[in-house]
């Protein structure tokens, strides 16, 4: 795992200072800010739903004109009457007894045109009885088979069928039935006005729920902007991994002494000598590592003594490797202490949970860059290739779900870093969570 943590600056402003100015900047509350997300959200997602069901409309109102169209002039073209009259050849017999047929046809089937031609494609009926005689605008296939088309026509663009008539197994003329795209338009009007409603009915309830989240989000929050939670979970966080840190610490240096005391009582002086000396040894190497820090953070160099302590004390051996070159970063102590220490933790969970040998390390270096890098790695099993997507959502975690503040760490770790304009990203091999934070302004 890979963090990047830095001093702060003797000479930046001070962290009253800079809240203060925080604060002026940003006047919008948490909860407020819930509202517009879940109202934003729930307005796209209407305008999606409205979107699709006014194509799904279209796309329905077109597909039904098409059925029509084929039912209407393969009921026609089958009229035995149909094909007697056009099999005469008379087109002017045909034209007289067919077109009030077909007039009466396109009301009651409630269709734009019907239109009746000889095999050379001449009308013989028209919705416009001046049209009759002319040629037919349209498609007509080369074999005696149907075809549905949109075309324009007299009447514009139309979806248009047109299917063979036959007498005695010979093509005799021509039956051709449309709807105009403006009369398919039409139709959906009142489907466009159901949409409307449905997405008003969303949009209110939507809205509705915007005002309940702000509410509940209120209750907890109060008015405090986004950013101070933020702080306030980040502030916990290092509390929470640094008082771990130090009891660990604790404990070790007590249970050295408690040993050392009862070799003194038992007149054993040399080695009570040699544990407390061991003891002095083993930390000073460390406080040696942070010490040699040009730029130094000591509240991260205090975490890590602990955490050296915490993972002795779990049976895990700890490496570090802390370049005295190592630049300063961006992030103020209590942010330096939260990342560095929750990617402290995830790093010994996981080597407690993988096998021997079991070991955690942590390095900071500086890049090419002049940034600040600290890595973390440890010997665990890894993560999972189906979870690497998820492990920096909140709430999410490969640990036991009853495990106290379980999907907060490495989420926070990736807002905090996010905010400082780092960059937060996993390795494998072995598995290491690397922070690189941009160089601190002079």
Known sequence: MVVLVAARDPGAPDDDDESESGMTTRTRSAASLVFVAVAVAVAVLTLAIAGILIADGQRSARSEAERVTQAVAQTVADSAQVADLLATGDRDLASAALQPQ???????ARVDFVTIMDPGGIRITHRD??????????????????????????????????????SDGSVVGWVSVGVTIGSIAATLGPRILVVIGIAAALLAA??????VARRATRQVTGDLPAGAIRDAVSSFESLRTLGEALRAQTHEHGNRMHTAIALLELGRTPEAIEILAETSRQSQVLVDEVAARRDGDPTVGALLLGKASQAKERGIRWRSRIEPDAPR???????AVSVVGNLIDNALDAAAAGPEPRWVEIRMTRTEEDELEI??????????????????EHGFSTKP????????????VAAIVDDAGGTLALDHDPTTFRVILPRRQA
Request: no cysteine; hydrophobic share 40%.
């Open 102 to 108: 077909v007039e009466q046809v396109i009301v009651d």
């Open 129 to 166: 009885p001046e049209r009759i005689g002319e040629r037919y605008l349209g498609s007509i296939p080369t074999a005696p088979r149907a075809l549905t088309e949109e075309f324009t026509g007299t009447l514009g663009p139309s979806i248009r069928t047109i299917v063979p008539v036959e």
């Open 206 to 211: 939507g809205l509705v729920g915007a005002v």
């Open 329 to 335: 970063s961006v992030l103020s102590p209590v942010d």
């Open 375 to 392: 890595a973390v790695s440890d010997s665990g099993t890894g993560v999972p290739p189906e979870l690497r997507r998820r492990i920096f």
């Open 401 to 412: 779900a009853a495990a106290e503040g379980r999907g907060v760490g490495l989420a926070l």
